[in-house]
C-alpha cells in the first residue's frame, strides 16, 4: 500500500487532500506536535523513520500581514522546511508537491502570470514563498511546486467566511476593487493535486523527472475581491434575504501591513499541455465549493 505524507493537514487545502484518500492509501498526517515545520533540523529524521512514497506539503506560513513582523519565522517555515523536504524526497528518491502563490508576482504584468516570469514579491510572505521554490528546485528532484492563488474553502478562515459574516452583520461594507484574481477553491485544487499525484506514483522515475518544476494551479476567469464580494452576496439571497450594500475602494483606501499585487491572474497552460488538466472557471468552483454549506445556512 502507497504510504502518503501531508503537511499542514488540517489546513485549509490539507484537510481537502487528507479526505481524497479514504481507501487503498495509508495517509501520514503529523501535525505541528509531531513535525513541527519551524524546526527544519528535525524534518530529514522524521521522513526517513516513515518513508513516505510522496510528500503534499500543505504547511505554510500564510499570515500574510503579520509576516511582516515575523519574517524570520515565516521564512524558516516557507524557505528552509521546504528545502529539507526537498531533500528527504531526492534521498527517498519520491515525489515532493509543493504549494507555492500567486504572491510571488508584484502584479504590475498587464495579462496573465506564466511559470517562466520573474518573481518579484511586494511583501515578506512572497518573498519566503519565492526563496522556498527557489531551495526546492535547487534541493529537490522530483519536485512539483503548484502556485495557487486566492485560495478560499467553506470550511476554513479566509476571504469568503469573513465575507459572509460581514455581509450578515452590516449594513455597508467596503471592499477592494483594483486587485484582481482568480478565486481558486481549496476542493478543486485538493482534487487537481490528488490527480497529479496519482500520475507521478505510476510513472517511473525518467518520465517524473522530465516534468519536475513550477505549475499554476487556479481557477479561470478574472475578478476583483469587490466582485467576489458580490457574487457571495448573491449565493446567500439564495437561500434568505440579506440586506447590505457594498461598494467598491481602491486599494489605497484599505491600508495594510503586506502590500498585495495588482494582478494575481496566473496563466494554466502549461499545466494543461503537460497533464491533461482543464482549468475550471471560478464561478462553477465557487458555487461547487460552497453550495452544500449554502443550503445549511
Ligand atoms: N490561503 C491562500 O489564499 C493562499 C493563496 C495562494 C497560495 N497559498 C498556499 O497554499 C498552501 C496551503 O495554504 P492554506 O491556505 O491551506 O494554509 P492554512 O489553511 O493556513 O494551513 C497551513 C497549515 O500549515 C500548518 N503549519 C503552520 N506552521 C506550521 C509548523 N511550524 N509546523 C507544522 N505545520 C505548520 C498549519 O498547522 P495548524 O493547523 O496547526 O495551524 C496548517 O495546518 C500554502 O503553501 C500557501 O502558501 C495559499
Partial sequence: MKRLLIT???GQLG???????KTGYEVLCPDRQVLDLSR?????????ANRPDLIFNCAAYTAVDKAEAEAELAHLI????????????????????????????????PGPYLESDPTAPLNQYGRSKALGEEAVLAEGDLVYILRVSWLYSRSHPCFYQTMVRLLKERDELKVVNDQIGAPTAAGWAAF????????????????????RGIYH????????WYEFAQEILKSLNLVGQVDCNISPIPADQYPLPAKRPQNSILSNQK?????GRPQMDWRTQFYAEVGSQLRQT
Fill in 8 to 10: 499542514g493537514a488540517n
Fill in 15 to 21: 484537510s481537502r487532500i487528507q479526505g481524497l484518500w
Fill in 40 to 48: 527544519p533540523e528535525k524534518i530529514g529524521p522524521w521522513i526517513k
Fill in 78 to 109: 516557507n524557505t528552509n522546511a521546504p528545502a529539507e523536504l526537498a531533500k528527504a524526497a531526492k534521498a527517498l528518491k519520491i515525489p515532493l508537491i509543493h504549494y507555492s502563490t500567486d504572491y510571488v508576482f508584484d502584479g504590475t504584468k
Fill in 192 to 211: 487537481e493535486s490528488g490527480i497529479l499525484a496519482e500520475k507521478l506514483l505510476s510513472w517511473d522515475l525518467e518520465r517524473s523527472k522530465t516534468h
Fill in 217 to 224: 494551479l487556479s481557477a479561470s476567469g478574472q475578478i476583483s
Fill in 271 to 275: 499545466r494543461a499541455l503537460i497533464f
